[in-house]
């Protein structure tokens, strides 16, 4: 069974379109990330959700915005997606918030073309 | 705000010499994890490093937290084309005594490993 198990793994889709991403898992974790790793490897974190509630929301666009219906997933949905926004995106959990290892998907190549 | 730098950002080694990169923060963590990203994968934990001073061995992998916690490394003797990957560290500070300590990326190794 997969850990942490996002969809899809590749999206090509054109400048201004809204796509979302979605991430489940299967761990009983508390907290859920986003990230994001551009193409020089660097990993930046967008959001962290801890039982459903939002505890770091860093600077990304309004265009982001994460949706978490329950403690086990954590959606990403993108509004007017730019060129910039081409990137891996990876979903990660952690048993809480205060030291313990993530777990990451496997990511959402994303491109915009 | 926490910034966490790493070097080098490349690394490209004969196979059976050394490696380290090392990781340094701008500010004291309460903990320092170290991951590792193979070509095409994703981000694996390998350890973490808790103590002032800890130093923590994996086979051939040797992890070191600084004595002032602002500081890590990662050594690997004897590389070999397995080890072929992106070496992050990632470090958490609590800030203001909020609960939730933002883990921070350093921007990664990438080591390569020549036959």
């Known amino acids: 069974d997969t850990a942490v198990s996002q969809t899809p793994k590749y999206l090509v889709t054109q400048m201004g379109n809204d796509k979302s991403i979605k991430c489940e898992q299967n761990?009983?974790?508390?907290?859920m990330y986003w990230y994001k790793q551009d193409s020089k490897k660097f990993l930046k974190i967008m959001f962290s959700?801890?039982?459903?509630?939002?505890?770091i929301n860093e600077t990304v666009p309004n265009r982001f915005s994460p949706k978490s219906p329950d403690k086990a997933h954590l959606n990403l949905h993108i509004n007017s997606l730019e060129l910039g926004d081409s990137a891996v995106y990876f979903c990660?959990?952690?048993?809480?918030?205060?030291?313990?290892?993530?777990?990451f998907g496997q990511g959402t190549r994303l491109t915009v073309v | 705000g926490q910034q966490v730098m790493q070097i080098p950002q490349y690394q490209h080694v004969q196979e059976g010499e050394d490696f380290t990169t090392y990781c340094n923060s701008s500010?004291?963590?309460?903990?320092i994890q170290w991951y590792k990203q193979r070509p095409g994968g994703h981000p694996v934990f390998l350890i973490q490093?808790?103590?002032?001073?800890e130093v923590k061995k994996q086979k051939r992998l040797t992890f070191q937290f600084g004595e002032a916690k602002k500081n890590s490394s990662l050594h690997i003797t004897a590389t070999q084309t397995t080890d072929v990957g992106t070496y992050f560290c990632?470090?958490?500070?609590?800030?203001?005594?909020?609960?939730?300590?933002?883990?921070?990326f350093g921007q990664g190794t990438i080591l390569t490993v020549h036959p």
């Open positions: 490093l808790v103590k002032s001073g």
């Open positions: 761990l009983g974790h508390d907290t």
């Open positions: 990660a959990s952690s048993l809480e918030d205060r030291g313990t290892e993530a777990f």
């Open positions: 959700y801890n039982n459903k509630e939002l505890i």
């Open positions: 500010t004291t963590l309460s903990n």
């Open positions: 990632a470090g958490r500070s609590y800030a203001g005594g909020t609960s939730y300590g933002k883990l921070t």
